[in-house]
């Protein structure tokens, strides 16, 4: 697998290629044993739509490979690249920077005057909001401590303290980057992301277990101390066991393989060695009897999957609010709604199998009678303007407007409280724009 550290080009005189821990006297980037390093973290990506104007962005869920290098500096900065132009500021790194600052002091001791240049694959999201202080916070913590960081490590937590890492607040729109990657991972959660696991289970995605090792972790020193091959020796002694799960699991049908006595004698020493280790457990979960492992998505999870495709159909609406009434704009922004409607049936189909209740009958209006009313609007935007075409654009456009809102209602009213308004630390926070 490929090593994603990366050692920079340093003057000779400034030259570090060994990873000694460094001491109390040391200030600045002489403290970090690698000035440039980096870290797997789950998140939601900007990508600027082709064809579009200069404000048109599309989101997606993606693993991203993030690349930090500790320069000199004053104080303690971030800088964020790409940005989405030279006057773009991403929220929230102001307090990304002073958690961060905080925590390492408290964790390795004093470390003032660098400069953190953070770059990500594509335009790191708005939407992200703190979720890149804990991977930032386990890779310059390694740093500190002179180790060097396993391969495709990911982490996946909101950094409050050195004492506190907690579920970030749209990590079940996070968790989708994660299980598209078909690659291994040891992954870094914190321990109120248990519930997120187990609906996993409900989707039958049980690989995703076979081949991410899940470990929870509860402050920055643990977090580091996972993030590398070596350290506590119960901890390395339930990885080489599940390694060998892994490797069963290579040679059969994982479904039928969590039910096997051997196997699930093995998840239980894993859990002995290793209590935090969510992988074994989840796994173990799948093995109980039909009624006793999840069969359905919980409700708050389905009215996620469902509050997901609301958020990127309000979107949509609010990027052709923007745009002028050019010929080619309109056409442009009624092939864009065709192709949402086409997702919105293929993914809401799919997630429709793991509904249970009163949400499949928010997720049929958003699967069936909202795609009729985009395609009814897009056949309107295709035509040549028109006072005609231009009234029944803006009736077509406050039909969808009326759906949208009566699901998000519908929505509310299954939970008994708005999703946009709990509480930044609570699991089941929804996805919303304002959810501040």
């Not at 990508?47 to 500790?70: H, R």
């Not at 993030?227 to 002694?237: E, M």
């Not at 745009?323 to 409607?341: N, P, S």
Request: aromatic share 6%; proline share 3%.
């Amino acid at each position: 697998m490929k090593n994603f550290i990366q050692f920079a080009i340093w003057p000779l005189s400034a030259l570090v290629c060994t990873a000694i821990p460094a001491t109390a006297q040391e200030k600045g980037v002489a403290k970090f044993s690698q000035r440039t390093t980096s870290v797997l973290m789950p998140m939601v990506q900007d990508e600027k739509i082709k064809g579009g104007d200069e404000n048109a962005f599309e989101q997606s869920e993606v693993l991203a490979k993030i690349i930090i290098e500790v320069i000199d500096g004053d104080g303690f900065v971030i800088e964020m690249e790409p940005k989405r132009n030279e006057w773009h500021v991403v929220e929230g790194m102001e307090h990304v920077s002073g958690r961060l600052r905080e925590a390492l002091n408290a964790a390795f001791g004093s470390v003032e005057n660098v400069r953190l240049k953070v770059k990500t694959n594509k335009i790191y999201s708005d939407q992200n909001r703190l979720s890149l202080s804990g991977p930032l916070a386990v890779a310059l913590g390694a740093s500190l401590k002179g180790k060097t960081m396993m391969p495709g490590l990911t982490v996946c937590g909101d950094l409050h303290s050195a004492n506190h890492i907690s579920r970030p607040h749209n990590f079940w729109q996070q968790l989708k980057g994660l299980r598209n990657s078909k690659k291994e991972h040891r992954v870094l959660v914190a321990k109120d992301t248990e519930e997120d696991f187990k609906q996993l289970i409900a989707l039958k995605e049980l690989e995703f277990f076979i081949l991410n090792e899940v470990v929870i972790v509860t402050d920055l020193k643990s977090a580091v101390a996972a993030s590398y091959t070596g350290g506590d020796q119960n901890f390395l002694a339930a990885s080489k066991v599940f390694a060998q799960i892994q490797g069963i699991a290579q040679n059969g049908r994982v479904n039928s393989l969590v039910n096997h006595p051997q196997v699930k004698a093995k998840l239980g020493e894993v859990i002995r060695l290793n209590p935090n280790h969510l992988s074994a457990k989840m796994l173990l979960i799948a093995g109980e009897r039909v009624g006793a492992r999840p069969q359905f998505l919980a409700a708050k999870y389905a009215a996620f999957e469902i509050q997901l495709q609301l958020d990127k159909l309000k979107r949509s609406i609010e990027r052709h609010e923007a745009f002028h009434w050019e010929d080619h704009v309109r056409k442009a922004t009624a092939k864009r709604l065709r192709v949402v409607a086409d997702n919105l049936d293929e993914e809401l189909t799919e997630v429709r199998k793991y509904l249970d209740g009163d949400m499949k009958e928010s997720c049929d209006t958003l699967r069936k009678d909202i795609p009729i009313a985009l395609n009814s609007w897009a056949r309107s935007l295709g035509q040549k303007e028109a006072e005609y075409h231009t009234k029944n654009c803006i009736v077509q456009k406050a039909k969808v407007e009326k759906m949208i809102e009566n699901v998000s209602e519908r929505l509310d009213r299954i939970l008994n409280k708005k999703v946009a308004n709990h509480d930044e630390n609570k699991p089941d926070k929804g996805f919303n724009d304002d959810d501040n």
